[in-house]
Nanobody
Framework: QVQMMESGGGLVQPGESLRLSCVAF???????????MGWYRQAPGNKRELVAS???????NYTDSVKGRFTVSRDNAENTVYLQMNDLKPEDTAVYYC?????????WGQGTQVTVSS
């Protein structure tokens, strides 16, 4: 069964950086390279929100709160999507997930916890 497997989260201080990785486990390479991907996050008590996305031609988009700090990229040879997060803020604290943008897919993983605290 296809599943997203996120990693790279942790506890950091404000201003520090983290790099998240997400492997599309058991997704065919030929499918992954044709799939737009997104990074989402969900903080306690909040709805899950899309923070960054990358299309099949590497066009990227970001929610306003992370523009200039987060960078999404992909490696189709590894079925992997990355999220480089710089200058982290306490409000970035959340569980981060990756998932195809197309809602027809249902491959949610466990996510990776990011906690930003001094």
């Amino acid at each position: 069964q296809v599943q997203m497997m996120e990693s790279g989260g942790g506890l950091v201080q404000p201003g520090e950086s983290l790099r998240l990785s997400c492997v599309a486990f058991r997704m065919l390479f030929s499918i992954f390279r044709l799939t737009a991907m997104g990074w989402y996050r969900q903080a306690p008590g909040n709805k899950r929100e899309l923070v960054a996305s990358i299309t099949i031609d590497d066009t990227t988009n970001y929610t306003d709160s992370v523009k200039g700090r987060f960078t999404v990229s992909r490696d189709n040879a590894e079925n992997t999507v990355y999220l480089q997060m710089n200058d982290l803020k306490p409000e970035d604290t959340a569980v981060y997930y990756c998932h195809p943008l197309d809602s027809l897919f249902d491959y949610w993983g466990q996510g990776t916890q990011v906690t930003v605290s001094s």
